[in-house]
Every structure is written in structure tokens, then in C-alpha cells.
């Protein structure tokens, strides 16, 4: 019976280089979230006795950010995906469902809180909602 072949550093190391890349193109890829939180619930102060028919946007509680309630199974809130600019009163923000798992049939509200650009701190602030790429409400929200 002959011993297994030493491993030599050398190899080691030229595993590591091919396989760096690949997590590296994978981490990069990987979504990043566009809010900065997300909870169940209404914001701070927001008392609303039914679930609305679209989405809830307020200014935040935060400096320069606003709060947008969705409303929807509470074990698969939807998560927001994408935060556009189309002018300085106007922003986009896109919606996706959770696909792939059991959800329960209530009907939750949950927040997302967002930091607006720079170029949005604007009042009146008009922003529009789209869920799985189905552009929904509009809401305009002032100071």
C-alpha cells in the first residue's frame, strides 16, 4: 500500500485563485436590500382601523427617508427590489412577492423604511409603488 501523495502548498494556493472568483462573481450578484428596515406593522403614530387598497407612504421617522406599508401575508411580506429616481419629486419603487414557499392567508401590514437620494428631499414628493412589475398606486407625500 503506497501513502497518499503530500499535498503541496503550490496546489493550494492555485485552488484558492480559481475558486476566489467565483465567490466573488457570486457575492456580486447576490440582491442587495433597497430599504433600510423592514417591520410588521404600521409606523409610529399611524393608526388605521381596515387594510387599504394600496400602499401606505409617509415621511419617516429618520432624516430624509419615508415609510412605505404594504399590506399582505405576514409569513411573506413582499420585499422591495429596486428604488428609482425619475425626477426630483417623482421616485419608483418596485415591489417583488415571495414565490417558492407557504404563505398564510392574513392580511398584515408591513413597513419598509427607506433613505431617499440627495436629489429627492423635496416636498411634495409623489412616489409610485409596482409589485412583481405590475406599476400600482401613487401616493404624494408632504412635509
Keep these: 500500500m503506497t ?4 499535498v503541496r502548498p503550490a496546489g493550494k494556493f492555485r485552488t484558492a485563485l480559481l475558486i476566489l472568483p467565483c465567490i466573488l462573481l457570486v457575492s456580486a450578484c447576490a440582491t442587495q436590500p433597497v430599504s433600510d428596515e423592514q417591520f410588521r406593522g404600521l409606523p409610529e403614530g399611524v393608526t388605521i382601523d381596515q387594510p387599504l387598497q394600496s400602499p401606505l407612504v409617509t415621511w419617516g421617522y429618520k432624516p430624509q ?3 412605505v406599508t404594504t399590506w399582505g401575508s405576514s409569513s411573506c411580506p413582499p420585499s422591495a427590489v429596486d428604488m428609482m429616481l ?9 415591489f417583488e412577492s415571495v414565490e417558492g414557499r407557504d ?3 392574513d392580511l398584515a401590514p ?3 423604511v427607506f433613505t431617499l437620494p440627495d436629489d429627492a428631499q423635496h416636498s411634495p414628493l409623489t412616489v409610485k409603488t409596482s409589485l412583481d412589475g405590475v406599476l400600482g398606486s401613487e401616493a404624494t407625500v408632504l412635509k
Design 110 to 112: 408591513t413597513t419598509h
Design 65 to 67: 427617508s419615508i415609510t
Design 3 to 6: 501513502a497518499p501523495a503530500p
Design 86 to 94: 425619475n425626477s426630483e419629486k417623482e421616485l419608483v419603487i418596485s
Design 103 to 105: 404563505c398564510t392567508a
